[in-house]
């Protein structure tokens, strides 16, 4: 079965900070990788996605960037951190070819300080 | 999409009554529906599916309504207990190709015993 694995679950990092977070999806070939954000009470905000080893769309313009360095793994990075980084980031995956659901991970919270 | 800067509406009910979340959708080529609930802290949970082809589905205790004229999807779940309680959002999919899963406006379920 596939299962998908990101961590840390929670981070506080200073402001001006590096940042990586990663995910990686076991049982399943060539997923479509997500990243979302999530503000305290709010909805879900897609930040970017891929469809494929290297290659990254991006939704919204924004300190952060992502990765796609194997087939299953996805890493969301910044190189400094802001205080309106903060929030509540999941990682999720769904099939490649077909357009169904897509399955999270359990998140990781992000407070920056 | 552009919702995701408001704050999530409230829905309270009592535990036995039967709850309803809706949900409008904007792209008329989406073909594909998903309703997640999301407790705190935790990643959104797959409950129940529909595809355009179809105006009703039923799950354990909740049903899903689908009526495209409108572009309006409903949530029904009978007999609301309190571990019902949770945020649920609708997501949308679907044209040809890779298309991203697109987030509505979640609802925050409030059950009292």
């Known amino acids: 079965s596939q299962t998908i694995h990101q961590w840390p679950a929670t981070l506080v990092q200073p402001v001006g900070s590096p940042l990586s977070l990663e995910c990686t999806v076991e049982?399943?070939?060539?997923?479509?990788l997500y990243w979302y954000r999530q503000a305290a009470g709010r909805g879900l905000q897609l930040l970017f996605y891929?469809?494929?080893?290297?290659?990254i769309s991006s939704e919204v313009p924004q300190n952060l960037s992502a990765s796609r360095p194997q087939d299953r793994q996805f890493i969301l990075s910044s190189k400094k951190l802001l205080l309106s980084d903060s929030g509540f980031y999941l990682c999720?995956?769904?099939?490649?070819?077909?357009?169904?659901?897509?399955?999270f991970g359990q998140g990781t919270r992000l407070t920056v300080v | 999409g552009e919702s995701v800067g408001l704050h999530l509406p409230t829905l309270s009910v009592q535990e036995g009554d039967n709850s309803i979340i809706n949900c409008a959708y904007s792209n008329s080529a989406s073909d594909y529906f998903i309703w997640y609930k999301q407790e705190s802290g935790k990643g959104p949970q797959f409950i129940i599916d529909i595809r355009s082809n179809m105006d009703k589905r039923q799950g354990q205790r909740v049903t899903v309504l689908l009526n495209k004229t409108v572009k309006h999807l409903s949530l029904q779940i009978a007999a609301t207990q309190p571990g019902d309680s949770a945020v649920y959002f609708c997501?949308?999919?679907?044209?040809?190709?890779?298309?991203?899963?697109?987030f509505g406006t979640g609802t925050r379920l409030l059950v009292s015993p």
């Open positions: 997501a949308e999919t679907g044209g040809t190709g890779f298309q991203k899963l697109v």
């Open positions: 891929s469809v494929g080893i290297g290659q």
């Open positions: 999720a995956w769904s099939p490649p070819w077909v357009n169904t659901e897509a399955f």
């Open positions: 049982g399943t070939s060539n997923p479509n």
